[in-house]
């Protein structure tokens, strides 16, 4: 390993609170030196593990025999370093410039395929040994210094500089760094050996994050041979928290699709010219349901003997009690629990919810297999995390309108299990609805049919399962809400011990594990049928058109792009730089195979305008209060939202395209195009746009344009209604004008900005901080690809305050940079 460090931390952590004694194993931790090839120490017997970078990954196409355990970091923070007044504002002023980097390093492919991405190579840079000491950048030693985010700029902000990044991460290679790897010789020999080094490594890194101010401390004491402050330890600690956990927030994570996408990247860049089999680079056997217990933990089970649950006898997918038996989605998951603990985990039967809550306020039952925390459980139980996140759904009859907000159906009847978490809530959110308690879903939903109730609200799984199965032409899902049931374990509040237990086995469930469960139970066809009493046809065949267009569409582009990417990749390696940039960027996408899931996010907005709309003409016709000037507007918004709808369709193709058209765009007219198609949207939330419009005109590709407005507009809509302002104004504010050579837009709100901790990981694929049904965090990524591949432009976020009316506010900024004369990619 590198200099001792936090980066080390999960090592170290491992090694001092016996992790690997626990498991029979004596760990020896190397350290290194200038002249030591980490790889070949592995390759030769030296070490039997070694962390390295991404360029493992070139090694193993070259033929080295090694395979990859696991990745700490998911994001690399590797940089180049460079002081604020070095002059070296762009890559290309590296040329002729000094650099600090080890002979490992050099090697390192995230370095190499941001420099080459501008044309210089390590054969342009006056290389020199690596000091680790930031001293020599402030005495003029060297201009460069391959360094890390999470340690040296702060080292340089201690001694009052300030840095210069250059972030592989900003220029579009974002791969995984400190993986931990060994030979395939060595794994296929020592199976059991991998498995408990990985396991006990991996616990370290968890204690590591888990307990940051006791291990800074550690390293502070023990592992310092850099004398480094306390304070600079704990700010490598908390920036590397921002880099390691994945998306499920586990740490190790390595996945074939991400590194088939940095694969595509090396063999772009001419670093990759083999075949890879990724089967035999990844290494698996060692990823079980192997959980670590501390001995108290395992005398606890042993002592235990048994888990007795509670369910609810009558949920399906969800769970169910049949002869006897618990069935279900949860009981699948609990059936993971029980072995990976191996304790039984005891049904205790029971007829209604409501006795099953019964029953854990009296201590009957350890825990509760799948529930919500509610204020009110709060006193009697403790909740593991969340493993079911699910939205949750208004089912009506088929001839009712389709809604987004319960506030529209005012006084109406709307039946709920009783005792359910969301019951407890939606009760105290809409104190004028009429809820009726019901038994189980089965009796809301034939209250439904028989027209005692308008409606029965559940969740979508259970709803949809029951629709399906019972109730096909009579019910259907007429609305999903911003509402979402996280279900997790309920454990006991007197049992600590056990609640430390389930969780641990909770967060080992892999993820093809939750997707098997899945598709075992679920299989809804969720209708937002709208009936009105005019338009019904064309919109009926306009709606069925798009999705068996988008499936058709999506296979025959996924196919050919597939197909002829690869093809393409070959042969266009040594072509000129930017187009190597957008074969990156294609390579990706062809991989994704989401395109449908993004299409489908593009067009949400616009069938949402088509629904609002025929559901008010048909409302206001009923009430014969439905206008002329009403009806062709919302005629008017039907027809731009189905026309963009169509020009979405081309925008995708147009994007794996190189041949552009530039249109003459007013600027003024193309954002109020814009918000013309989320003007229903945001009026429903009560969401009020201030406007600075310069009237200009400018040339640039206008489609894409809209695009991306129109995924930072609904962007900031989702955030202002997660912020829950209710009783302040909801404001988005859009300022557009030109400066200097640029066309500069810029979209603020006041939702309260962004966290900190994802600000830097919103334009990231996949990223997303919503539930896998509401969105699939490509909308930004694909707006920044718009924005700075065919736009030629930038594309940033950051928190900020703005003032209007005398009122100060806080919330996010989307600033936009396009050049006044744009040319096309």
Not at 100 to 114: L, R, Y
Not at 320 to 340: C, F, M, Q, R, W
Not at 539 to 556: A, D, P, S
Request: proline share 2%; with cysteine.
């Amino acid at each position: 390993m590198w200099l001792d460090q936090f980066e080390f931390a999960g090592f170290y952590v491992a090694l001092e609170k016996g992790f690997y004694k626990d498991v029979g194993l004596e760990v020896e931790l190397k350290k290194y030196d200038p002249s030591m090839n980490i790889l070949e120490e592995v390759l030769n017997k030296n070490a039997d593990f070694g962390t390295s970078s991404s360029s493992l990954i070139v090694d193993k196409s070259n033929g080295k025999d090694i395979v990859l355990l696991g990745s700490i970091f998911q994001s690399s923070p590797l940089i180049l370093l460079a002081l604020e007044n070095s002059n070296i504002n762009y890559i290309e002023d590296m040329k002729n410039k000094s650099l600090m980097i080890t002979q490992e390093q050099q090697k390192f492919a995230t370095f190499k395929s941001m420099i080459n991405s501008k044309g210089v190579k390590i054969d342009d840079l006056k290389v020199l040994e690596h000091s680790f000491n930031v001293d020599d950048l402030i005495n003029k030693k060297t201009d460069l210094m391959l360094a890390y985010i999470t340690n040296e700029p702060f080292l340089l902000e201690e001694k009052g500089y300030k840095s210069k990044i250059f972030n592989p991460k900003d220029y579009g290679f974002d791969f995984y760094e400190e993986i931990i790897f060994t030979s395939k010789e060595f794994a296929l020999n020592n199976p059991k050996l991998v498995k408990d080094f990985y396991n006990a490594t991996i616990r370290g890194w968890e204690y590591a994050f888990e307990n940051i101010d006791e291990v800074a401390k550690l390293v502070y004491e023990k592992y310092n041979p850099q004398n480094k402050t306390i304070e600079s330890l704990l700010f490598e600690a908390n920036e590397m928290k921002k880099l390691v956990y994945d998306k499920h927030g586990k740490i190790g994570t390595i996945t074939p699709e991400r590194i088939n996408l940095i694969i595509n990247t090396y063999r772009v860049m001419g670093l990759i010219k083999n075949h890879i089999d990724i089967d035999d680079l990844i290494y698996t056997e060692h990823l079980d349901n192997t959980i670590y217990l501390s001995n108290e933990e395992k005398k606890y089970l042993k002592e235990k003997k048994k888990i007795s649950v509670c369910v609810d006898p009558n949920w399906m997918p969800l769970e169910k009690i049949e002869n006897g038996k618990h069935i279900g989605i949860s009981a699948d998951y609990l059936k993971i629990v029980e072995n990976t603990i191996e304790t039984p985990i005891v049904l205790v039967p029971t007829k209604t919810w409501s006795e099953s809550i019964q029953k854990g306020k009296n201590k009957e039952c350890d825990i509760f297999s799948l529930v919500m925390s509610t204020p009110q459980r709060e006193t009697y139980l403790n909740f593991t995390k969340s493993y079911l996140e699910i939205p949750l759904v208004l089912a009506s009859k088929v001839d009712a309108p389709f809604i987004n907000d319960l506030s529209h159906i005012k006084n109406k009847k709307l039946a709920i299990v009783k005792d359910y978490a969301y019951a407890e809530l939606l009760k105290i959110k809409f104190p004028d609805i009429n809820f009726i308690d019901v038994l189980n879903v089965q009796e809301g939903l034939t209250l439904v049919e028989k027209d005692k109730v308008y409606g029965f609200i559940g969740s979508l799984l259970t709803v949809g399962y029951q629709i399906q199965n019972n109730y096909i032409g009579q019910l259907k899902i007429s609305a999903k809400f911003d509402e979402t049931l996280n279900l997790a374990i309920g454990v006991r509040n007197d049992d600590l011990t056990l609640l430390t237990i389930l969780n641990k086995a909770i967060l080992n469930i892999n993820e093809q594990q939750k997707q098997e469960i899945i598709n075992k139970w679920v299989s809804i066809n969720v209708q937002k049928e709208i009936n009105y009493t005019f338009l019904n046809k064309i919109l009926v065949t306009l709606l069925i058109f798009i999705v068996i267009f988008v499936l058709i569409y999506r296979q025959y582009l996924l196919k050919k792009l597939n197909k002829e990417l690869l093809e393409k990749v070959a042969v266009e390696i040594n072509k000129n730089e930017e187009k190597n940039r957008i074969l990156i960027q294609q390579s990706r996408m062809a991989s994704m195979g989401e395109m449908l899931e993004n299409i489908a996010h593009q067009w949400r907005q616009p069938l949402s305008t088509i629904s609002v709309c025929a559901s008010g003409m048909e409302i206001k016709k009923e009430l014969e209060q439905l206008s002329d000037e009403e009806f062709f507007q919302s005629i008017k918004h039907i027809k731009q939202s189905t026309t963009y709808l169509s020009n979405t369709i081309d925008d995708f193709r147009n994007f794996f395209n190189e041949e552009k058209t530039i249109n003459k765009i007013n600027l003024k007219e193309l954002i109020n195009r814009t918000l013309d198609l989320v003007s229903p949207s945001f009026n429903t939330h009560n969401i009020k746009v201030i406007k600075e419009i310069e009237n200009i005109h400018f040339l640039s590709l206008e489609n894409e344009l809209v695009q991306v407005l129109m995924n930072i507009l609904v962007n900031s809509k989702d955030a202002l209604k997660l912020s829950k302002k209710i009783d302040e104004d909801r404001i988005i504010f859009i300022n557009a004008q030109k400066r200097e050579n640029k066309i500069v837009i810029e979209v603020k709100d006041n939702a309260n900005g962004i966290d900190e901790k994802i600000i830097d990981k919103i334009f990231e694929p996949y990223f997303t901080t919503k539930h896998q049904f509401n969105g699939t965090g490509i909308g930004l990524y694909m707006s920044k690809l718009l924005v700075e591949k065919h736009l030629k432009g930038s594309l940033k976020a950051s928190n900020t305050s703005f003032e209007l009316n005398k009122n100060r506010y806080k919330g996010a900024i989307f600033t936009i940079d396009i050049p006044f004369e744009n040319e096309v990619v």
